[in-house]
């Protein structure tokens, strides 16, 4: 989204708790479309294309582990250099180039429709940090962003200080990174990391140039905009810079693509060697490197998916020994921020007395550093969740989860409790932030200034185009800055709404109408579209009785009970919680009567950590039946039609979607999966593989029995149901891809043309981006024509809603 996306990609602070054989055979004759399998139980809707779906050759393979012996005729396809694999992809290309030929219109009315709706400048609101004010926005006719500033005028004793380089440039525009010009240079870009230094006189920052997320660290002197030499440094992840700003922190990845050194360069310095400041020698560990929010210390995170360890540096003297917080407990993770003498430490380590086994906040002495024992607990009051912490000069921001709903609150600093008490939340007098609903995602902006009293955040909904708040803590008000404009929608489709208006209560969620700090808040309004559009919040019960939260949205105008298509989108992987922001490209399927459905499936991050721990590992299972519970509430309570429900899965979600397909083949009849993990069991016994071991706490460690019986017993490649019929499939992957590797869609795709319903298998296309990495490729137009092909694949193959109407 522009103004979700955009502000993330300023100089963001990170969040706190913010993975052959030699027997070489030609290819085979592909075998013909017209021979469609007698008992097949399918009727495709639309028409198969002329030419042929490829077969793969088969290589025989033997994979065995804890005395199972199993044969993998299309593990020559990890070799991605070997010529007839390229060669399969080609054909698979081409093959779905003659599937979607006649969608070539739709496509283009598809993309018509997403790109008239994009507003007609696409820019964030600055941000004032320092001296400075910052934004970020894309050029007329451009597909990617640049990121400026200008100084603010009328901040005096700042700029006393930058008089020497800046006169005459009061209000100018200073261009500090231009995408466009490194895309056009390379034919690709991904911006991994900006740090701004303290001073401003640096901008530190990380390139991809390939899509492998390879990043080079690069260094631009912002007086007179050249680069540093000898500051590029392949493999780097992470930054944060000293109080000096000349002196700079970054981590490095290993061979595996796993952080595990941090380095430190001095600009300006004669030595030649940058000096090693930690390396994690387990591989089960990352390390990341942030600074605090004041600026006064740097800290060293290292991190498993499940436990972590922190170090903390002096930031006014970088090059002394570093000091580390607590020893790494199994399970125990714990976050820190600093203020005024006091670290703040997030944690969800054992506490006595209290057995709400999720996270707390304790406070620490800097000098008492080293001490096991923390004090002046916080915890979270009843039916509420810590999930993360930001801190100001003085002011603690909570990111919680209340009822359920995500929400904020902050607390003045410093806070006085005796050191050591407990105390409740509700206890300390917090300012619960307004929201329009509780249907609203939260983003932090950047929100660098320690001093700023005003918190930024962007709020958006299924319904409610990204809306960014300025949040005044000191007065306890707050202030809409900007709203994304969608274009070419009639007046009916939107209304505009009072914000926190104590005669329009309807408008907010009952948390906020009945909180006492809810008062004396700027009185501009946001707009939504719920009146052209419902967005719901229902719970499917699943095959244990276990409520599971599901997100239906659609049109109030197109959508008709019993008749309408749909599609279920899931995740439910790593504790994330599902992305339901705002996206007007949605609308050009709610407009045609379709149905959009999100699965809060356990794995994801609803809730408490215990929503994750019970869909990970030996609890995987319950995210896949999580996903079949949702996709027959959507059917049974009329929602959807039953012949008419898709599916869609990105990257670990592809894993979910995959195997509900194999258990349930019949629940959908359409399935987009996108740079899918599919060929779970295989890679899991891969250690050298990129991430691998880094995902065993996540789905298990294949070489423990157990978790391998329980890991084969779900991967989607190894489960998929001979000769069976299965739904229409589109599966996406990059070639260049280092997170899933492409040989796991092709494997996938290949195995069902070769053991399934061969009438099926017909409308089953594999699409590869052969230049592209995990996230694909193309800028923030180019998207639309990805999405159009996405949409134009299930009309095809799912059908209107005319097609239901009798």
């Known amino acids: 989204m522009p103004m979700a996306l955009l502000p993330i990609l300023l100089t963001s602070k990170h969040s706190l708790k913010t993975s052959i054989l030699s027997h070489h055979f030609h290819l085979i004759p592909t075998i013909s479309s017209s021979s469609f399998s007698s008992h097949c139980r399918r009727r495709l809707p639309f028409c198969l294309p002329s030419k042929s779906p490829p077969l793969a050759k088969k290589v025989p393979f033997t994979v065995s582990a804890h005395g199972k012996t199993w044969k993998d005729s299309y593990n020559w396809m990890r070799n991605t250099n070997e010529p007839d694999f390229l060669h399969y992809l080609n054909q698979e290309n081409s093959y779905a180039q003659a599937f979607m030929a006649d969608t070539q219109n739709l496509q283009r009315t598809l993309s018509e429709e997403m790109r008239n709706r994009m507003p007609t400048k696409i820019s964030t609101a600055s941000e004032r940090w320092g001296p400075w004010l910052y934004y970020q926005y894309i050029p007329e006719g451009k597909e990617y962003p640049v990121l400026s500033r200008r100084l603010e005028s009328g901040n005096n004793g700042w700029l006393n200080t930058l008089l020497s380089y800046t006169r005459g440039q009061l209000g100018m525009e200073q261009i500090l990174l231009d995408w466009n010009q490194i895309a056009e240079q390379y034919g690709y870009v991904h911006v991994g990391t900006c740090r701004v230094s303290p001073d401003h006189n640096f901008l530190a ?37 000293a109080q000096d700003g000349r002196t700079l922190f970054y981590t490095t990845s290993d061979q595996n693509q796993r952080p595990y050194r941090v380095l430190c360069t001095k600009l300006g310095s004669d030595v030649i060697d940058d000096v090693i400041v930690y390396t994690e020698d387990d591989l089960n560990f990352c390390v990341d490197i942030t600074s605090t929010k004041d600026g006064k210390f740097i800290t060293v995170n290292s991190n498993s998916r499940t436990s972590s360890e922190v170090y903390v540096i002096d930031a006014t003297n970088p090059f002394d020994s570093m000091q580390r917080v607590h020893k790494r407990v199994s399970g125990v993770q714990y976050f820190l921020e600093h203020h005024n003498g006091l670290f703040y430490i997030l944690t969800n380590a054992a506490l006595s007395g209290w057995s709400g086994g999720n996270y707390y906040l304790a406070t620490c002495p800097v000098e008492h550093i080293l001490s096991s024992q923390w004090q002046s607990i916080i915890l979270p009051s009843e039916n509420m969740n810590f999930q993360d912490m930001d801190i100001f000069s003085g002011h603690l921001v909570l990111f919680l989860q209340k009822n359920g709903f995500p929400t904020l609150c902050s607390i003045n600093l410093p806070i006085k409790i005796d050191c050591k008490s407990k105390v409740e939340v509700d206890d300390l007098d917090p300012w619960f932030f307004p929201l329009p609903s509780n249907m609203c995602s939260i983003v932090p902006g950047s929100n660098h200034d320690f001093m700023n009293p005003k918190y930024r955040v962007v709020l958006s909904s299924p319904v409610m185009p990204d809306l960014i708040v300025d949040y005044d803590m000191s007065r306890e008000t707050f202030s809409i800055v900007q709203q994304e404009e969608v274009r070419e929608l009639s007046d009916d489709h939107g209304r505009c709404l009072p914000t926190c208006k104590q005669d329009t209560p309807e408008y907010l969620d009952a948390q906020t109408r009945e909180d006492k700090n809810y008062h004396n808040v700027e009185l501009r309004g946001w707009k939504d579209f719920s009146d052209s559009y419902c967005c719901e919040r229902k719970e499917a019960i699943s095959h244990d009785g276990v409520k599971v939260p599901l997100t239906i949205l659609y049109s109030r105008k197109a959508w008709q009970r019993g008749l309408s298509p749909g599609i279920l989108q899931g995740y439910g992987a790593y504790g994330e919680v599902l992305d339901k922001t705002w996206c007007p490209d949605r609308l050009s399927l709610l407009d045609r009567g379709w149905v959009m459905a999100f699965a809060d499936v356990r794995g994801g991050g609803s809730g408490d950590s215990s929503w994750h721990k019970s869909g990970s590992g030996l609890n995987k299972h319950n995210s896949i039946y999580d996903f079949v519970s949702c996709g027959n509430y959507l ?12 599916a869609i899965g990105f990257s670990a979600g592809g894993l979910l979607v995959g195997a509900v397909i194999n258990i349930d083949p019949n629940l959908f009849c359409a399935a987009i999966l996108k740079v899918p993990f599919l060929d779970i069991c295989n890679t899991l016994l891969d250690p050298s593989l990129p991430l691998t071991l880094l995902d065993y706490e996540e789905f298990g460690n294949p070489q423990i029995q157990s978790e391998f019986e329980n890991i084969l017993s779900f991967s989607p490649y190894d489960n998929i149901p001979t000769d069976g019929c299965l739904p229409s499939m589109l599966v996406t992957t990059s070639f260049l891809d280092s997170r899933v590797g492409v040989w796991e869609a092709a494997k996938w795709v290949a195995r069902i043309r070769d053991s399934t319903c061969s009438s099926c298998s017909c409308s089953v296309i594999l699409k590869t981006n052969m230049v592209g990495g995990h996230f694909g490729e193309g800028g923030f137009y180019s998207k639309c024509e990805e999405t159009a092909y996405d949409y134009a694949f299930l009309m095809k193959v799912i059908g209107d809603l005319n097609d239901r109407r009798s």
């Open 635 to 646: 059917i049974n309570e009329g929602y959807v039609h039953r012949d008419q429900l898709g």
């Open 205 to 241: 920052y990380t390139l991809d140039f390939t899509g492998n997320e390879q990043f080079v660290l690069q260094i631009k002197d912002l007086k007179d905009g050249s680069m540093v030499p000898k500051s590029e440094f392949n493999g780097v992840v992470s930054l944060a810079w």
